[in-house]
């Protein structure tokens, strides 16, 4: 895999992701899915959950990096620890022996996906660990949770935990509102209210319209600076908004590129955007380097990054 969005090891602050780890069943389907019969796929095992993906595409752009979850004590957890350590990651993970490491089964076609998800070991993450990890990482200038841990009930402690240390510290602050449907199941105020005070939130377009309400892309981009210090909202082919609690939004094209799967896409944008308005990169700067890797992962199977490509 080849892009000029890699880059040489950075000298920027560390990234602390906090957030989900699985073991990811990408089927890329060859036609609508047929219910009650067979549908022709690729299928493939790798790695994923929002926290790794991120994590893993930071890595892969040099960034340093260290993420924090949970894994089974099993053959995937391993697996997928190898896999993240390969690319460059400094993984802190409690590891569960009494769960399994969490599966995502990913149906994927004509630029749609859908997930079928087991969180398993994720729902184990603890305040504690998050606390003890983070102090580990001392040489952190930056948290970005994943909001997986907040949307379900198991594991919002140690996401709640996660903010609340960082902002203790001095830390910028990153959420990506994860999904939608679970975002409705636990409610846009409750949601809001946890993530209040962040320097940065982010949400695709359905995302958004949970949060935000109707609107366009702009709009809601806006609506989400009233909680968060910038609000950036993700529209897949159709680009990026950031907005500032100034009134100022900025917009920005994706690149295009041939589509083979859009899994992880969101998160390679995130790690794009991260790593360098970490650098001090204003926002079109910031927007143009979350495109780059957007594209990058949309032109491979599965969430992450080969590693080793250049």
């Not at 699985?22 to 047929?34: Q, Y």
């Not at 094209?253 to 944008?269: E, L, S």
């Not at 957007?294 to 969430?303: D, W």
Request: proline letters at 5%; charged letters at 20%; hydrophobic letters at 50%.
């Amino acid at each position: 895999m080849t892009s000029p969005a890699r880059r040489h090891r950075s000298t920027s602050p560390r990234i602390v992701v906090v957030g989900d780890i699985v073991t990811d069943v990408v089927a890329v389907l060859a036609g609508p899915l047929t219910a009650g019969s067979d549908t022709p796929a690729a299928i493939r095992f790798t790695g994923g959950g929002q926290a790794a993906n991120t994590a893993a595409w930071l890595a892969w752009r040099g960034h340093p990096v260290t993420l924090v979850g949970a894994v089974g004590v099993d053959r995937e957890g391993e697996a997928r620890l190898a896999e993240l350590a390969r690319l460059g990651v400094h993984c802190l993970v409690r590891r569960c022996p009494d769960t399994p490491t969490g599966t995502v089964i990913v149906l994927a076609h004509d630029g749609e996906r859908t997930m079928v998800t087991e969180r398993g070991a994720n729902l184990r993450l603890t305040p504690e660990h998050v606390t003890a990890a983070l102090a580990e990482a001392a040489d952190a200038g930056h948290l970005h949770l994943s909001a997986y841990p907040m949307l379900d009930a198991a594991s919002r402690p140690a996401g709640l935990r996660a903010l609340a240390v960082a902002r203790g510290r001095g830390l910028t602050t990153s959420v990506d509102a994860a999904s939608a449907a679970p975002l409705r199941q636990v409610g846009t105020t409750a949601f809001l209210s946890w993530v209040r005070g962040v320097d940065l939130l982010l949400a695709n377009l359905d995302e958004a319209a949970v949060l935000a309400g109707p609107g366009s892309p702009a709009a809601r981009a806006r609506v989400l600076t009233g909680v968060a210090r910038h609000g950036v909202v993700k529209n897949g082919a159709a680009g990026s908004v950031w907005a500032e609690r100034n009134g100022v939004v900025v917009e920005s094209a994706a690149r295009r590129v041939p589509v083979r799967d859009v899994t992880g896409a969101g998160d390679a944008f995130a790690a794009g955007l991260l790593s360098a308005w970490v650098a001090g990169a204003g926002p079109a700067e910031a927007l143009r380097h979350a495109a780059e890797l957007g594209a990058v992962a949309v032109s491979v199977v599965g969430a992450r990054p080969v590693p080793g490509g250049a």
